[in-house]
């Protein structure tokens, strides 16, 4: 089974960057979308970011300008790139293939203080 690994999360002020990586166990890594996740306290899980088997990408309203998921083929990873990051980023990030029925990774904490 497909297993993942983040790491890159820590603790940011307000408007500084992160990059997230998320390690896979497979070498087929990018025949199957990879998304990023992330669920604050007291809230739903919530996707923030996707790219495709073919390289699309999509990103939820609050990442948009500020975020940017990319992929290395080679090393079996995918990234997030998150810039401009505000307190409300302030949540554990977890990387995931196949949908929420699919394969999480640990997650990864991420914390904006203001």
């Known amino acids: 089974q497909v297993q993942l690994v983040e790491s890159g999360g820590g603790l940011v002020q307000a408007g500084g960057s992160l990059r997230l990586s998320c390690v896979a166990s497979v070498t087929s890594f990018s025949l199957t979308a990879t998304d990023w996740y992330r669920q604050a306290p007291g809230k739903q899980r919530e996707l923030v970011a996707r790219?495709?088997?073919?390289?699309?990408?999509y990103y939820a309203n609050s990442a948009k300008g500020r975020f940017t998921i990319s992929r290395d083929n080679a090393k079996n990873t995918v990234y997030l790139q998150m810039n401009s990051l505000k307190p409300e980023d302030t949540a554990v990030y977890y990387c995931?293939?196949?949908?929420?029925?699919?394969?999480w990774g640990q997650g990864t904490q991420v914390t904006v203080s203001s």
């Open positions: 995931n293939r196949g949908g929420p029925g699919g394969v």
């Open positions: 790219i495709t088997s073919a390289g699309n990408t």
